[in-house]
């Protein structure tokens, strides 16, 4: 959808609205760099895709505040207008202790909640003093939330109505602590991560708690329907309440949730354009001139870009390259495979590990197939422009997007938007939510090998019609659900609730 006819409908349907998001994440931090002071774009899927969003439609955002100038640059009550030079929305930080990081981040959420809901067989570690820190920081979160909406009543009167939108797995408690509040109040909130089978989430400690929160929520988002499903019969299990599976409902305690898939997505028009800037032609310039990251000879160029997250199935991925080039030694010396990756949550053990891993599996396979002049794997662990990465989607003949599990991945729609020539093709695991929609691409299991190394091995011997044909009927389902159609989607269900 073009994001004017997006504000148009919006106006038209809604009327005059006061949208309010909270994510733990923020979409810029402001970071101290000697006496001067960077803004530093976040990582990830959320922010990548509701900052478009939130400059349409003016909106408020509160988020953690985590960079060392956060504090600094903002003003009375942790707000700043955002973009630079743009300002056309607010961010308003919260701003938390150490110890609410330390329990309610890197603990409840990431230690609990990230691991109990993907399910790649890595243990939540459960921790009673953390869910107390995570429910505290919800209520804080719930605080700004209800101080902004006296604000606004107080600035703009009643007949603005107020649009609650909280995002993600951090902030499962938050709704009922606003309810509290205000029953009248719409609230919703969209789950970006999977959402685990009822066997699955029966072991978590808090699971009544959990879903009490979430069911505060007059609209539950999911990625894809199966997520949805999973959530429906897990309110049948562990709470007996009245499930609707005509309507996808759930009644509990009086009051009724709706919950729907809402596949999230790119801003697709923005990147295809971008794709195809001088500033992107200028940097594949550069790139096939001089390259600074990938210095080993190729013909044939593969990469992937991702957290380093155990989710994402890296090293499943380096093994399956690693079986190919024993296949198929006519590769050695031409094929190179570059893994971007951008560190994530590194106090947490779990992650400490896979860095290691990613680190030795990759320097078995360079020291086992590499050369004087050539080596197949390189890694290059630091962020880079938006630009730079759609001048390498372009130069690529395969990039591999293979998670053991992902509510969505962006990254994969991203690729698909950006491969504007139809040089290369896209593997895609079958685990990522993006595979009901990127059904064209080459699918794999990442957990076996054998058959994932085929696949790697097919995509690069694809012939270029081919690529073009899955290409660009990929492009136009992508085009059909952008990412003003998700919020457009989500934002009138709620309304007409
Ligand atoms: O959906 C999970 C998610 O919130 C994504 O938006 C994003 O890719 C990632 O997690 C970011 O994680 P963090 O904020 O912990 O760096």
Redesign the pocket.
Known sequence: MEKTRFNNLIKEKLGNINLIVA???EPVSHEYAGKKIKTVN??????I?LEPIMKNLNGTWIAYGGGNADKTVSGEKGKIKLPEGEESYTLKRIFLSKKDINDY?YGY??SVLWPLCHIVYMKPIFNSAQFLTYDDVNKKFAGSIIEEIEESKNENGLDVKNIIWL????LARCAKYIKEYDENIKISIFW??PWPNPEIFSICSEKHELLEGLLANDLIGFQIIYHCQNFLKTCEWELEAQVNWSDYSVTYNGHKTWVKPFPISVDADYLHHFALSEETEKIIDEIKNNDEIIEPPYEYLAISVD?L?YTKGIPEKFRAIDKMLKEHHELIGKFVFVQFGVP??IYIDAYKKLNEEISDIMGDINWKYGTEEWRPIIGYFKQLELGRYLAYHRLCDIMIVSPLHD??N?VAKEYIMSNTDYKGILILSKFAGASKELYDSILVNPYNTECFAKKIYEALIMDKEEKERRTAKMQNIIMENDIYDWAYNFLTALYLI
């Open positions: 994510s733990n994440r976040s990582v990830g899927g959320l922010t895709a981040y959420a990431n995002q993600d797995y951090h970006h991560i957290r997250d994530s949550r509510g969505m962006l």
